[in-house]
């Protein structure tokens, strides 16, 4: 094709298969599924749904390019785009940046035309002109011949005599005549020079917008001046706006109060020793591992129940925090890190409740650095948040940690790129976090703005209490539906409670609890673990400009495999195994009755210990205290006292304390003496002195006990909250059997049937990979050749409409298709499958036998086999078709 495109589809047949594939690729959502042609590519390419999401992943500056585009003139040179931009004095930055932004919006297919006649798609410059509902993001208003259209002829020639025009002979010349003079430096300050001062005023709050404003019934005379020179143009009952090309004139030219065509400095830096940066990353991954096992062993038995909407109870959430002692809002991060690896979820019984799953028990007998690595990879691709446990959702319900609509789809990019950005400084450096949100805001402005179903107005410069209408000289709100709001925040700032910067600032944070950053900087393990979505997207300083990186992260990034994911992760682990601490085997005992272990001890050591003693204190040491009632938990659970000393002696450094032996025997004396049975239950001792100081205590009235022989007391109450009550009172009684043997009371844990981990909810439709790229741009090309071939004219009965299938007889059919071997030339035909969907295609006829014609078809690129009866009729290719 030569010449000039005149449409998108006409521009995309000009493109290479490679200029296809980048298409594609930045607007997947293009390939589902896969259009026919390039005519259906366009089509598709320009529907609201596909632009709107195309527009949402443009950065900061393309988008304030496009937004020019939408108030240029359509079509739009390349150099009038450049004044929008750069203002009447240049900007060497703007005209920088600036063919990077057009190459930008013609590869996703927004922009298209030469550079001396550059369009955007139609329904681009409907998301973003002005208009009194929503105002331009330039916070421009209408042309001169939009807000005049409507106006009287008389009211027109008005006008123009107050402006010093001459008078028109209708009202298109009119305008034309009014636009010219606005668009006229020097007219247009020679007019403005003859204005009050209270006028100059009035333009002045209305220059970056929004441009309306409110007018009563008598305007003052310096309001008055600027209507009858139509400086302001009725736009309502009371509502005037600022034309166009008047505000571009006060602005010098510029579309924009502030372009940004750099990306914000991810400044101030701090350096550190990348070695202490890992150290302080290791300890954390510790903390985060000694954690999560913590809760795990906490929900051992099982766990709180679950709401009946889904999710964990506002009390339960506050007494895991407690057990994990820490905040509510940690606590909900480490249950929903704990959730997304698959080592909790509830159980589906009938009284549902939380529990760890047999995958918990598998990840609790890995090393320490695979153990993270589990949970590290958990964390980046997860969707759910825990950082909107607590808040709202739509019906004004609080949203509950493991329960429903937590999901947040951005979430997995923001973290990636968040962790890319870090990637991209020297090792060992932090930056603050507002710097990675400024970076993150400018790479995805709207997607900070968070609107749903619609493109958000970005910043135009002003504040809501400068940018507002005019009545009789004061500030007002302006026509109804135009009141300045969010959208006309100062350039650059986003809404500091928007989802993209709180998933920035939760992302950093809960980078640094899980270890894979360190004092602010990304850890060498880190660095490991997000190398396959890393590479590509960042820029070591001084390799490539901010704008170059910037506009590689505007790109898609290609998901990584999971066979990617898990190199990677094992990468991470291989670097993080050496800054682990060495599991110990042994412990120091105290006078204190307290045992230090001065490092992380093994599983096994652990437990025991667990059992027989009480954690006091967690750190780089942990205390361990001795009390009878952790002794007598190690009784019951069937250990006799030589082996609890024996066990001591085998695992301290130090000898065993005398007053801890004391401690033992004394307990395990006493332990066992009382028997309680079900009687409802009962209590028998040999000593009946003892059973007797028991029947005196007032503590017992709530056992309700009785003496039925002198070694046995009856009990009103359950064996179990008998044990407890004579506990509570001092005692250590044993629970027997019927045969009279003691119990052991080790409980049995509670796990889920096998669950796998929730699924992240993707946000949109993923990124194709070569190999779908490739085929459907194949099918894109074949589908366009038969639709777009030059045919010869088919002798039919009368002319088929565009875009019918061929009619031919059945004898036409079967002569053409048997010349068509002969010939080896090619057929353009109609076929309609078993399903009834009518078709076009073009086939090169290889054999005709038994009712049927195989034939290579150039559409679908393979030799198939048509039954010649649902062959609607064939035509011939003209001789340079195919």
Not at 129 to 148: C, D, W
Not at 698 to 723: E, G, H, K, N
């Amino acid at each position: 094709m030569t010449g000039t495109p005149r449409t998108l589809a006409e521009e995309l047949r000009t493109r290479t298969d490679r200029g296809l594939v980048g298409l594609l690729r930045a607007r997947p959502d293009l390939l589902n599924p896969v259009p026919g042609d390039v005519t259906q590519l366009a089509t598709r390419a320009g529907t609201r749904a596909s632009v709107v999401r195309a527009v949402e992943r443009l950065d900061r500056f393309v988008l304030q390019t496009a937004e020019a585009l939408a108030v240029a003139p359509d079509p739009c040179p390349y150099d009038t785009l450049g004044a929008l931009m750069g203002g009447d004095t240049g900007d060497a930055a703007v005209a920088a940046e600036l063919p990077r932004a057009v190459a930008e919006l013609r590869a996703q297919a927004l922009v298209w035309g030469p550079d001396d006649r550059l369009r955007l798609v139609r329904t681009a410059r409907e998301l973003l002109s002005p208009s009194a509902a929503h105002p331009s993001p330039t916070g421009l208003g209408p042309t001169v011949a939009e807000a005049a259209a409507g106006m009287s002829p008389g009211r027109l020639q008005e006008i123009i005599a107050a402006a010093g025009l001459p008078a028109t002979h209708d009202p298109v010349t009119a305008v034309a005549a009014l636009s010219a003079l606005f668009s006229d430096r020097a007219r247009m300050t020679a007019l403005l020079d003859s204005a009050p001062a209270e006028s100059v005023a009035v333009l002045d709050k209305l220059l970056w917008g929004p441009p309306y404003g409110q007018v009563t019934d008598r305007p003052a005379p310096h309001l008055q001046w600027l209507l009858d020179r139509g400086l302001l143009l009725p736009a309502g009952a009371r509502n005037v706006v600022l034309p166009r090309e008047a505000a571009l004139h006060l602005r010098a030219g510029r579309a924009h109060h502030n372009p940004e065509p750099v990306p914000p400095a991810l400044a101030p830096v701090t350096e550190r020793d990348p070695q202490l940066v890992d150290n302080a990353a290791a300890s954390q991954a510790f903390t985060a591992l000694a954690t999560v096992e913590e809760l795990l062993k906490e929900w051992d038995l099982g766990g709180p129940g679950v709401l009946r909407a889904g999710g964990m109870s506002v009390r339960d959430l506050k007494r895991t925090a407690t057990a994990l002692d820490t905040t509510e809002q940690l606590a909900a991060f480490w249950l929903e890190l704990a959730y997304g690896a698959g080592l909790i979820a509830s159980d589906g019984e009938a009284d549902e409740r939380f529990a760890a799953t047999p995958a918990a028990e598998e990840w609790l007998q890995l090393p320490d650095h695979e153990r993270w690595a589990v949970l590290a990879a958990a964390w980046l691709s997860a969707t759910r948040t825990a950082g909107v446990v607590g808040s709202a959702d739509a019906k004004g319900r609080a949203l509950a940690a493991l329960g429903p609509h937590l999901d947040r789809s951005p979430a997995p990019e923001v973290r990636r790129r968040a962790l890319a950005l870090l990637a991209g400084l020297p090792p060992g450096t932090a930056v603050p976090a507002a710097a990675v949100r400024s970076r993150l805001q400018w790479e995805r402005p709207l997607r900070s703005a968070g609107a749903a179903g619609q493109v958000p107005a970005p910043a135009t410069g002003r504040t809501p209490a400068a940018a507002g209408a005019v009545d009789g000289g004061v500030p007002s709100s302006g026509p109804a539906g135009t009141a300045p709001g969010p959208a006309h925040a100062p350039a650059g700032s986003a809404p500091a409670d928007d989802l993209r910067s709180r998933l920035a600032q939760w992302t950093l944070t809960e980078a640094e609890l899980l270890g894979v950053t360190g004092r602010g900087a990304l850890s060498t393990h880190g660095r490991a673990l997000i190398d396959t979505t890393s590479a590509g997207t960042t820029t070591a300083a001084g390799t490539t400009s901010q704008s170059a990186a910037a506009s590689a992260a505007a790109a898609p990034a290609e998901a990584p495999s999971p066979a990617d994911t898990d190199a990677a992760a094992a990468r991470a682990a291989a670097l993080l195994a050496p800054l682990l601490p060495e599991p110990v085997d042994h412990v120091l005992l105290q006078a204190d009755l307290t045992a230090v272990a001065p490092g992380p001890l093994h599983r096994p050591l652990a437990d025991a210990l667990g059992v027989l003693a009480d954690i006091e204190s967690k750190g780089g040491a942990t205390v361990y205290r001795f009390t009878p009632a952790s002794v007598r938990r190690a009784l019951d659970a069937g250990r006799s006292a030589v082996e609890l000393q024996e066990f001591l002696t085998a695992h301290s450094r130090t000898p065993v304390p005398q007053p801890l032996s004391y401690l033992i025997d004394d307990v395990a004396r006493k332990h066992g003496r009382l028997r309680v049975g079900a009687a409802t239950a009962y209590v028998r001792c040999d000593d009946d002195a003892l059973l007797s100081e028991i029947l005196a205590d007032r503590r017992a009235a709530t056992l309700r006990l009785r003496r039925l022989a002198p070694t046995v007391l009856a009990a009103q109450t359950a064996p179990d909250q008998l044990l407890d009550g004579l506990r509570a009172m001092g005692y250590a009684p044993a629970a027997e059997s019927t045969a009279g043997d003691v119990l052991i009371a080790r409980a049995d844990t509670h796990r889920t049937p096998p669950r796998t981990a929730p699924t992240p909810v993707p946000d949109g439709p993923p990124t194709p990979d070569a190999t779908l790229l490739t085929a459907a741009v194949r099918a894109i090309r074949a589908g366009d050749l038969a639709a777009t071939a030059e045919r010869k004219p088919v002798h039919a009965p009368a002319p088929a409409a565009p875009g019918a299938l061929p009619r031919t007889t059945s004898a036409e059919t079967l002569a053409t298709m048997q010349a068509a071997v002969l010939t080896h030339s090619a057929l353009w035909i109609g076929y309609v499958n078993a399903d009834g969907a009518a078709s076009q295609r073009v086939i090169a006829p290889v054999r005709v036998e038994g009712g049927f014609v195989t034939a290579y078809d150039h559409t679908s690129d393979e030799v198939r086999t048509y039954p010649l009866h649902r062959i609607t009729g064939v035509a011939e290719l003209a001789d340079d078709s195919v």
